[in-house]
């Protein structure tokens, strides 16, 4: 009768013991990033000749390929974290690279220097191509219109970034370099709206 009241008292706190720890256990949860990438709206172009089978179809994912980088190493990444952006010279041929890099440019392609954006989200994330085909039926260049606006809420405070403008990408190495710019990039927080050019 002892051991079998030894047990009952054992088998009792063991069954309490379950419950008092569940409720004590602390959970979190955390809210997955909403997915960004590029919308292609348009790829118009202008021949010299007839396009060579494939290069229209390689250029345009090229040319997406560059700026879906821009995007999740310079852009997303600031502005999620607060970390520092990667380096943007390999998007850029030598000489615009160089100068990016080197100049106030740098600031018109990064997203540094804000707190982390909240439920950070695209209204807009379009790019408009247009390329231009060679009497050889190449490919040489593609002109890119930018269009892309984000919104977040940093430290409680509704925040819009903006990027626009026009680019100039050129065929390199095995993918598509920017080789000129003519951009601007808007940040504004509740009417404190600062704005930063860049044009080669």
């Not at 700026?67 to 997303?76: D, S």
Request: hydrophobic share 40%.
């Amino acid at each position: 009768m002892a051991a079998l009241a030894l047990l009952s008292v054992t088998a009792g706190a063991c069954s309490g013991g379950g419950p008092r720890a569940a409720v004590g256990r602390a959970t979190t949860t955390t809210e997955a990033p909403v997915p960004i990438a590029f919308t292609v709206t348009s790829f118009d172009v202008a021949a010299a000749a007839e396009p060579i089978a494939g290069t229209l179809d390689a250029a345009k994912a090229g040319v997406e390929a560059t700026f879906k980088r821009w995007l999740e190493e310079n852009v997303l990444p600031p502005l999620r974290s607060a970390q520092p952006a990667a380096d943007l010279r390999p998007l850029f041929t030598a000489t615009a690279g160089e100068r990016v890099a080197t100049t106030p440019d740098r600031s018109a392609f990064v997203d540094e220097g804000l707190p982390p954006l909240i439920g950070l989200r695209a209204d807009r994330a379009d790019l408009a191509m247009a390329g231009l085909a060679d009497t050889d039926g190449h490919i040489p260049v593609v002109t890119v219109h930018l269009d892309l606006k984000l919104r977040g809420t940093a430290e409680g405070t509704p925040m819009i970034v903006e990027h626009t403008g026009d680019l100039m990408l050129v065929p390199e190495g095995d993918g598509w370099k920017i080789d000129s710019y003519d951009v601007r990039t808007t940040r504004d927080t509740q009417g404190d709206t600062t704005t930063t050019t860049a044009k080669s």
